[in-house]
Antibody, heavy 122, light 107 residues
Framework: QVQLVQSGAEVKKPGASVKVSCKAS????????IHWMRQAPGQGLDWMGW????????NYAQKFQGRVTMTGDTSISTAYMDLSRLRSDDTAVYYC???????????????WGQGTLVTVSS | DIQMTQSPSSLSASVGDRVTITCRTS??????LNWYQQKPGKAPNLLIY???SLQSGVPSRFSGSGSGTDFTLTISSLQPEDFATYYC?????????FGQGTKVEIK
């Protein structure tokens, strides 16, 4: 069965960086884009960007440009999201999600990781 | 960026009620609209894609409609496990934005 398993919770100081991993299983990793979203406490969902695991291509939301890097390691079917220069308002649960195979148009996400809480505090 | 406005932000309903949630977008997105259910402490779960297609494994009491800028998620007969927060999401253009959520609570 398809699974996305993320790395554990992190506590970081302002100005530091965090790298969250997302290990895929149960499907061909290179066949589906991986997107990253985040959700601040009690808030809605915020799209951060995507990576094409097949060729490493990426597309980042403008608000994260220059701070976020998404990479993938096809040998271990794992995607990574690296966020630098952390601020207190980066405190959130970070999710990876797979674009479904329903259609190549709708950008709908059928499998999600369990989420990784990143807390930024001095 | 495409702005998403969901209404209401919360509602109280009873088991068996018919529930309707609306999502309006700031520009036309054809049918590139998806709906998710999220329970506390859990990741979102895809319910509807392409505005009206039911995701595999999702109960048929969930349905979606709309096109352009106005979309609706309907739960035909609310069940105890449906009390959750619902989000719409546009897949038309990046950044792929989400609505602010509609919390469905028990009356």
């Amino acid at each position: 069965q398809v699974q996305l398993v993320q790395s554990g919770a992190e506590v970081k100081k302002p100005g530091a960086s965090v790298k969250v991993s997302c290990k895929a299983s149960g499907y061909t990793f290179t066949g589906y884009y991986i997107h990253w979203m985040r959700q601040a406490p009690g808030q809605g969902l915020d799209w951060m960007g995507w990576i094409n695991p097949n060729n490493g291509g990426t597309n980042y939301a403008q608000k994260f440009q220059g701070r976020v890097t998404m990479t993938g390691d096809t040998s271990i079917s794992t995607a990574y999201m690296d966020l630098s220069r952390l601020r207190s308002d980066d405190t959130a649960v970070y999710y990876c999600a797979r674009v479904s195979g329903n259609s190549k148009w709708y950008e709908d996400f059928d499998y999600w990781g369990q989420g990784t809480l990143v807390t930024v505090s001095s | 960026d495409i702005q998403m406005t969901q209404s209401p932000s919360s509602l109280s309903a009873s088991v068996g009620d018919r529930v309707t949630i609306t999502c309006r977008t700031s520009q036309s997105i054809s049918n590139y609209l998806n709906w998710y259910q999220q329970k506390p402490g859990k990741a979102p779960n895809l319910l509807i894609y392409g505005a009206s297609s039911l995701q595999s494994g999702v109960p048929s009491r969930f349905s979606g409609s709309g096109s352009g800028t106005d979309f609706t998620l309907t739960i035909s007969s609310l069940q105890p496990e449906d009390f959750a927060t619902y989000y719409c999401q546009q897949g038309y253009s990046t950044p792929y934005t989400f609505g602010q959520g509609t919390k469905v609570e028990i009356k």
